[in-house]
Structures are given as structure tokens and as C-alpha cells.
């Protein structure tokens, strides 16, 4: 199992671990690309709630200057037992995130 993310050619998460739910892949906190300076995850004020994963939080990315608003979100405690796996995990927006994964 491996999945990555990137925007244009710019990897931003790789993982040998992730969660696979509802089209979506859960990426590790840890697996984030945070080691380069020209990306960057800055936490927003926007949420959503799922009801039965909870409140999500949103990262903005930015890329080589480039900014994708909203682009990946995260739980930051779920609420039901089925959702715990995904606690810390981040997700992205197919529109502005390409993420591919292979089983």
C-alpha cells in the first residue's frame, strides 16, 4: 500500500499507511511534507460536521507561492468509535489535490 499527494508536480504527503474511506484517502499527520520550505499547511477558521466523524478542521496549502484555500481537513477528535481511525488524519480536495494510491 502506498499513497501520495501532489499539486502539479509537487509532492506534498506520501504514505505506506492510510485510511481509505468514502472515496477519500486519509493521509498520517506525520506523512505531510513539512520538511520543504516551499510548502506550507496554515490551519483556517473553516469547518464542516459529519455526523458520524465530527467536527472537521481545514489546512490551506500553499505551493511554491500558490495558494489552495481550503484544500485538506481533518478531524481532530471524532465522535463515534467507526471514526476513531481517522482522528489526525488529513484528506484533500480532488479539485486541487491530486492523490493517488495503490493496494
Known sequence: MHATATISTTTIASTAT????EGNVYFPASSLTQDNPEIKFT?????THCPWKGDASYYDIEVKGQKYENAAWYYPKTITERAKGLE??????????????EE
Open 43 to 47: 490551519p483556517t477558521s473553516h469547518s
Open 88 to 101: 489526525g488524519m488529513v484528506a484533500f480536495y480532488k479539485t486541487k489535490v491530486k492523490v493517488e494510491r
Open 18 to 21: 492510510y485510511e481509505f474511506v
